[in-house]
């Protein structure tokens, strides 16, 4: 069974463009969490997501950043016009349906690194 | 709104030592704890968990105790191993699906 797949590993945008991550939950999971992780810095919660729906946004960027769970396909981070404060390690994690809530357990993938030059 | 206090690092110790990384929080409602490991380059995984109140989580040596009266989820290891050293996360997550996560503490183990 393969874990969270996250692609790319490494993004590399100039400012201005657009950075588009993509997540791939575990087989069977419908929970999708989206982490930001500043360098030298903690996680902070963004966005929870199930199967095209958004759950909860409270973490979000008010603008340029929007996530997105379709019925089909992966996961998709995108953030619009990037800028260098927008570097960081952005994490993905998922979650079976039916255990949402504080008994779940969050299984993350490896990360994208996002570098605006 | 939720919050977690995490021990500051970096935290240095010989092989063998004893571990304690301390880790308080503030929620409203009843929330479960976690602890989580990052190696470098690596994504965090799942260490040990504890669901409600006086629950003591365990995994590979560690061990924590969910304390509602302290509020707190101290991580603690008896004898620690170069191997365990990695970045360590408390974490909540609440019953809206919504996660709090520590600031994590850098453990560097010597030999």
């Known amino acids: 069974n393969a874990g969270v797949m996250q692609n790319p590993r490494h993004l590399v945008r100039r400012r201005g463009q657009e950075a588009r991550l993509r997540c791939s939950p575990m087989?069977?999971?419908?929970?999708v969490y989206w982490y930001r992780q500043l360098p030298e810095e903690g996680l902070k919660f963004m966005v929870y997501l199930q199967k095209e729906n958004i759950i909860d946004e409270s973490g979000m960027p008010k603008e340029r950043f929007s996530a997105e769970f379709p019925k089909e396909g992966p996961s998709i981070l995108r953030i619009q016009q990037v800028v260098r404060g927008d570097s960081a390690a952005y994490f993905c994690?998922?979650?079976?349906?039916?255990?949402?809530?504080?008994?779940?357990?969050?299984?993350f993938g490896a990360g994208t690194r996002l570098s605006v030059l | 709104g939720d919050s977690v206090t995490q021990m500051e690092g970096p935290v240095t110790l010989s092989e063998e030592a004893f571990l304690t990384i301390n880790c308080t929080y503030t929620?409203?409602?009843?929330?479960?704890l976690f602890w989580y490991v990052q190696y470098p380059g690596e994504g965090l995984q799942l260490l040990l968990k504890?669901?409600?109140?006086?629950d003591k989580g365990s995994n590979k040596g560690f061990e924590a105790t969910y304390r509602k009266e302290t509020t707190s989820f101290h991580l603690e290891k008896g004898s620690v191993q170069v191997s365990d050293s990695a970045v360590y996360f408390c974490?909540?997550?609440?019953?809206?699906?919504?996660?709090?996560f520590g600031d994590g503490t850098t453990l560097t183990v010597k030999p």
């Open positions: 087989k069977g999971h419908s929970h």
């Open positions: 504890a669901t409600k109140a006086d």
């Open positions: 929620a409203t409602g009843y929330p479960s």
């Open positions: 994690a998922s979650s079976p349906p039916g255990t949402g809530g504080p008994k779940n357990i969050q299984y």
């Open positions: 974490a909540l997550h609440t019953n809206a699906g919504k996660s709090t």
